[in-house]
């Protein structure tokens, strides 16, 4: 039986061990049976992120889709998978494949597979595409010549996606605001395949962003993870503290999660950063619509769609139900509790680039410090708290995390009385007052996940200790 499977958004998998040129050779020979069926055989768009061999890998790809005929357009250099999507619809492909396992150690490489629309294949595509990898048949060729081969035959093609993702970004964003703004501006693309391109949007202003850890290197030195969270942003940190920016955007490894440290040296999270998003749209733009937010975003959202009449879904966690949804609704934006988030008129999939273009602009356009911007939110919405515990876990038990999940009966959390258990995505425990938290088992890593979010700090960590031990104290970690 094959090693690969699905998760969340795309395979991911250690290289070397699983995440091997043979598989990536199976999987994309899967995903060329798939879209031949499908007649979708015009045009697959390829591209990569900065991660060790991800080139090489998508050299491999790119030759197993061109040896069967199907025209490949590959990037001419590594790109944010947002770029990516862009250049899908841009060009009218059929498929795209991205080579990159975003947020995950450096240990691991992974492959994303999108839609003629840019996002992220549904699970009942993939569950398709699986069933075909154990009966595929892949070529024994030597793919360095081949590739060049392809190259010169026209069957590959280099593409550079930059130019035209830009010019979309000018059409949603007041660029030439933000430009003359004097915002003192550092970015940390994370080694990640963003890096560089906030300096090429914001060149000739000015301004002169500082860009950190914008080199390639596939170690992600100082980094647990290249994922714009906290604990892994402590040089940026330093830098924040000296009092020398008024703001700091980061992206994780291909581009399409983002991060924000304010001027006061202190990070806002993810449900923070998409409420701001939001409150962004309604107040600065004056536009209503609806929005979208995965089970695990902040109930701020909700109470920023009451406010400004405007109806808001909730999805399952995974990007790919989001985009769905934003498709269905024709809605605003959407966005998740890992930092991702969506735009009308642009691809309904995450852009970290372009999120942290709009936090700029919502700067510039009320003159106002991001953290005093938070203060207001919070004027609106009232006091909100929320964290995040990942607990690694023996995969081998999952069915028996499974069950104790699924007959847990506690009365109360943190204080507040349960008023529903439901399993939307993960078990949730809606309390008093519209406070929860969520126990779900990760799509992606070997993680459970423990989520909450109260009125404040305190009941928030009371609330993941409690979770805690619905769990046995953590007897299900390594």
Same mark, same amino acid.
Request: proline share 5%; net charge negative; charged share 25%.
């Given at each position: 039986?094959? =090693?690969?499977r699905?998760?969340t958004d795309g395979?991911?998998?250690?290289?070397g061990?699983?995440?091997?040129?043979t598989n990536?050779?199976l999987?994309?020979?899967?995903?060329?049976?798939?879209?031949?069926k499908e007649q979708?055989?015009s045009?697959v768009?390829?591209?990569?992120?900065?991660?060790f061999?991800?080139?090489?890998?998508?050299k491999t790809?790119?030759v197993?889709?061109?040896?069967?005929?199907?025209p490949?357009?590959?990037?001419?250099s590594?790109?944010?998978t947002?770029?990516?999507?862009?250049?899908?619809?841009e060009?009218?492909a059929?498929?795209? !494949?991205m080579?990159?396992?975003?947020?995950?150690p450096f240990?691991?490489n992974?492959?994303?597979?999108?839609?003629s629309?840019?996002?992220?294949?549904p699970d009942?595509?993939?569950?398709?595409i699986?069933?075909?990898?154990?009966d595929?048949r892949?070529?024994?060729?030597?793919?360095?010549e081949?590739?060049?081969k392809?190259?010169?035959?026209?069957l590959?093609r280099?593409?550079?996606?930059?130019?035209?993702?830009?010019?979309?970004?000018?059409?949603?964003?007041?660029?030439?605001?933000i430009?003359?703004?004097?915002?003192r501006?550092?970015?940390?693309p994370?080694h990640?395949?963003?890096?560089g391109w +906030? *300096?090429?949007i914001?060149?000739k202003?000015?301004?002169v962003?500082t860009e950190?850890h914008g080199?390639?290197?596939?170690?992600?030195?100082s980094?647990?993870?290249?994922?714009?969270?906290?604990?892994?942003?402590t040089?940026?940190?330093? *830098?924040?503290?000296?009092?020398?920016y008024?703001?700091c955007l980061?992206?994780?490894?291909?581009?399409?999660?983002?991060g924000?440290?304010?001027?006061?040296?202190?990070?806002?999270?993810?449900?923070?950063?998409?409420?701001?998003? !939001?409150y962004?749209?309604f107040?600065?733009?004056e536009?209503?619509?609806?929005?979208?937010?995965?089970v695990?975003m902040?109930?701020?959202?909700?109470?920023?769609?009451?406010?400004y009449?405007s109806p808001?879904?909730?999805?399952? !966690?995974?990007?790919k139900?989001?985009?769905?949804?934003?498709?269905?609704?024709?809605?605003?934006l959407?966005?998740e509790?890992? #930092?991702?988030?969506?735009?009308?008129?642009?691809i309904?999939?995450?852009?970290?680039?372009?999120?942290?273009l709009?936090?700029?602009?919502?700067?510039?356009? =009320?003159g106002?410090?991001?953290s005093d911007?938070?203060?207001e939110?919070y004027k609106?919405v009232?006091?909100?708290?929320?964290h995040?515990?990942?607990?690694?876990?023996?995969?081998?038990?999952?069915?028996?995390?499974?069950?104790?999940?699924?007959n +847990?009966?506690?009365?109360?959390i943190a #204080?507040?009385?349960?008023?529903?258990?439901?399993n939307?995505?993960g078990y949730?425990f809606?309390?008093?007052?519209?406070?929860?938290?969520?126990?779900?088992?990760?799509?992606?890593e070997?993680?459970?996940r423990i989520y909450?979010? +109260?009125?404040n700090?305190?009941?928030v960590?009371?609330?993941?200790?409690?979770g805690?031990?619905?769990?046995?104290?953590?007897?299900?970690?390594?």
């Open positions: 039986m094959s =090693t690969i699905f998760g395979w991911r998998a250690i290289i061990e699983d995440f091997t040129f990536v050779r999987l994309t020979q899967a995903l060329v049976k798939y879209l031949s979708l055989i045009n768009v390829v591209g990569y992120d900065t991660r061999l991800s080139f090489e890998f998508a790809v790119a197993i889709i061109a040896q069967n005929n199907i490949v357009t590959m990037t001419s590594f790109v944010p947002p770029a990516l999507s862009y250049c899908i619809t060009l009218g059929d498929a795209g !494949v080579v990159t396992s975003s947020h995950n240990n691991w992974g492959i994303k597979i999108k839609t629309e840019g996002i992220s294949f009942s595509e993939t569950a398709i699986e069933s075909y990898i154990d595929s892949i070529f024994d060729v030597n793919e360095r081949l590739f060049e392809n190259l010169s035959e026209g590959i280099w593409y550079d996606p930059q130019p035209s993702y830009i010019k979309n970004l000018e059409n949603l964003v007041n660029i030439e605001s430009k003359h703004s004097n915002l501006i550092l970015i940390d994370m990640g395949s963003a890096q +906030m *300096l090429k914001l060149e202003s000015t301004i962003p950190i080199d390639i290197n596939p170690s992600f030195p980094l647990h993870a290249p994922e714009p969270i906290a604990q892994n942003l040089d940026s940190f330093k *830098l924040m503290h000296n009092n020398e008024d703001v980061s992206t994780d490894g291909d581009g399409d999660r983002f924000i440290i304010d001027d006061k040296g202190n990070f806002i999270n993810q449900l923070e950063a998409f409420a701001l998003l !939001v962004y749209y107040e600065i733009k536009l209503q619509g609806p929005l979208i937010r995965s695990t902040s109930r701020m959202i909700d109470k920023l769609g009451e406010k009449n808001v879904f909730e999805t399952p !966690v995974g990007f139900h989001l985009s769905q949804k934003m498709l269905e609704t024709k809605a605003l959407a966005g509790e890992s #930092g991702g988030a969506a735009f009308i008129g642009h309904p999939e995450r852009d970290g680039i372009l999120a942290g709009i936090i700029l602009d919502l700067i510039t356009s =009320t106002e410090k991001i911007l938070l203060s939110l609106i009232g006091p909100h708290s929320y995040r515990l990942d607990i690694p876990f023996d995969n081998t038990r999952r069915d028996e995390i499974l069950d104790r999940l699924e +847990m009966q506690p009365n109360d #204080g507040f009385k349960i008023l529903k258990k439901d939307p995505d949730r809606t309390l008093t007052d519209d406070w929860w938290l969520l126990i779900r088992i990760s799509g992606t070997p993680l459970i909450a979010e +109260m009125p700090s305190n009941l960590k009371r609330a993941l200790d409690e805690q031990k619905l769990l046995f104290n953590n007897n299900f970690q390594d």
